[in-house]
């Protein structure tokens, strides 16, 4: 079982409509939580960082972690076609970030 | 400023050859991490260094695979003898301190034949 688990998608909404990714996780003491956006053939850049439970809000973006549950959330709201990548959850241990396997995003104009 | 840089950006080699890739970090930034990403994956760590002390290598798959950074600045992956499951993106990323954000330059895309 990998520690951070991530549904790969692809998923596929229109312009404007709100827009949920969703990890688990399975290491309880994990305490930080990430989510990176990759576009293609470019490198994962941070977008959010949480620490323990609760909501973090940065514009259009919104990072949502239940540690009861091992749950992880992104929310993305009026979606837009430059949205379009791929989105990768993720935790961190010492020196190692460990990431789910990501999740293809598309926004249809 | 400058972000992480990766050189070359594609890599074909031929199964058995040897290949060296090599990392510019973010200047000033002390600590330097290697990650591969298989096709459709999430990035995997491989090795991390703080200056030129390889602190961590417990991602490298095998024996083949050897990482230095002899400076502090600068850092090469190496993979000798390679072989077909090695095709991947090899990723470098680089902090100021060792749990600070880590910048991730744009990999470099290993295929062996």
């Known amino acids: 079982q990998k520690e951070v688990e991530q549904d790969p998608g692809p998923l596929s909404v229109p312009e404007g409509a709100i827009v949920s990714l969703n990890c688990t996780y399975s290491?309880?003491?994990?305490?930080?939580f990430m989510w990176y956006r990759q576009y293609s053939r470019k490198g994962p850049e941070l977008l959010m960082y949480?620490?323990?439970?609760g909501n973090k809000e940065d514009g259009r973006f919104t990072a949502q972690v239940d540690k009861s549950s091992k749950y992880i959330s992104l929310f993305i709201r009026d979606s837009q076609p430059s949205d379009s990548a791929t989105y990768l959850c993720?935790?961190?241990?010492?020196?190692?970030?460990?990431f789910g396997s990501g999740t293809r995003l598309s926004i249809r104009p | 400023g400058a972000g992480v840089s990766q050189s070359p950006r594609y890599k074909v080699a031929k199964r058995g050859q040897d290949v060296a890739l090599r990392c510019d970090p973010i200047?000033?930034?002390?600590?330097l991490f290697w990650y591969q990403q298989a096709l459709g994956q999430g990035p995997e760590f491989l090795t991390y260094?703080?200056?030129?002390?390889?602190?961590?290598k417990s991602g490298l798959p095998s024996d083949r695979f050897f990482a230095e950074r002899p400076e502090g600045s600068v850092s090469t992956l190496k993979i000798q003898r390679t072989q077909q499951e090695d095709s991947a993106v090899y990723l470098c990323?680089?902090?100021?301190?060792?749990?600070?954000?880590?910048?991730f330059g744009p990999g470099t895309r290993l295929l062996v034949l």
């Open positions: 990323a680089s902090s100021s301190r060792t749990e600070e954000t880590q910048y």
């Open positions: 290491n309880s003491a994990f305490q930080y």
């Open positions: 949480t620490y323990s439970s």
């Open positions: 993720a935790s961190q241990r010492a020196s190692k970030i460990i």
């Open positions: 200047s000033g930034h002390v600590s």
């Open positions: 260094f703080q200056n030129e002390a390889q602190l961590d």
